[in-house]
């Protein structure tokens, strides 16, 4: 069974993907707030008999690791939300129901969830809260899931290491929902009886990560031409990262990987897989990897 992983949903807050830091002439460090963008994406998923993969997104939060006192002077005077759980602060980052379709979030593509200031200090763990999740298949058939917490306590997205957000500065969170792992289909991608929602999303932060991108060909009569739905999968010491498809162009791109080395393969029904071991993922850069595929004999 081969997922299609689409290079999912972002979120402009703490995105659901990445998070990139960035800063303007006028910025003033020594300020208590500094400003945090959330994007999301989504993963690969067996599109081939799927429409939609719908989740609909109705509030984030991010606990609070930093030393600012949020007094309520302070919180009246800015649009920051605080909530607490036990020992912990939360601050509220978006209470708006954004609908998606996680299938349309691939290559790149990224859904902006929030973009709003909050205290300066570390933010280690987002809360996602989903409601109205639903799979489309091509033929018309919808399955309604159920979410197991995502919709009273929120799905949990821990960011490691913690994203820091500093006076006056940008830091932006990409927030990778994973449609693969996460939508688990029954009796099999050939008989599909239903799905289960189990979700699975990955956290990474853009001024720490790094891009891969590509295309992904085939020789007819000595020209180059693009294979679609060949799948990117990519292994960080034999364990799966992460994967996606390449478009109607043969493009690809995958978001969010954290700087190092990494095992890349490509494959596709009726051609012969490709690897390229040792590619090198450099922080907040992007990494240029084709690849040209022989059909089987």
Excluded: W
Excluded at 19 to 46: E, H, Q, W
Excluded at 89 to 116: C, K, P, S, W, Y
Excluded at 192 to 207: C, D, E, M, R
């Amino acid at each position: 069974m081969k997922f299609i992983k689409s290079n999912i949903l972002v979120i402009a807050f703490i995105t659901f993907s990445t998070l990139i830091m960035s800063c303007s002439d006028d910025n003033d460090v020594t300020s208590d707030y500094g400003r945090l963008s959330v994007k999301l994406t989504d993963a690969p998923f067996p599109h081939d008999l799927v429409a939609e993969a719908n989740v609909t997104v109705f509030k984030i939060d991010a606990r609070y690791k930093g030393d600012v006192n949020l007094d309520e002077e302070m919180i009246d005077s800015t649009s920051t939300s605080v909530e607490t759980d036990g020992d912990n602060r939360f601050i509220v980052l978006m209470e708006d129901e954004v609908q998606v379709n996680l299938l349309e979030l691939t290559n790149g593509v990224t859904e902006n969830l929030a973009n709003l200031e909050v205290p300066v200090g570390t933010y280690d763990l987002i809360r996602v809260y989903v409601e109205g999740v639903n799979v489309v298949l091509k033929d018309g058939t919808i399955y309604d899931l159920k979410v197991p917490s995502g919709s009273q306590s929120g799905i949990k997205v821990f960011v490691k290491p913690g994203i820091t957000v500093n006076g006056g500065l940008t830091s932006d969170l990409l927030l990778d929902f994973d449609v693969s792992r996460s939508f688990v289909a029954k009796g099999g991608t050939r008989n599909i009886t239903g799905f289960n929602f189990k979700p699975v999303i990955k956290a990474s932060n853009l001024s720490t990560a790094g891009t891969l991108v590509g295309f992904v060909t085939e020789l007819q009569e000595e020209t180059p031409v693009g294979v679609e739905g060949a799948q990117i999968a990519v292994f960080s010491a034999d364990t799966l990262n992460t994967t996606t498809f390449t478009d109607v162009d043969g493009s690809y791109m995958l978001m969010g990987l954290d700087a190092g080395s990494y095992t890349v393969e490509v494959e596709k029904d009726g051609y012969i897989m490709q690897t390229a071991d040792n590619v090198q993922i450099d922080a907040a850069n992007k990494t240029v990897l084709d690849f040209e595929l022989s059909i089987e004999d």
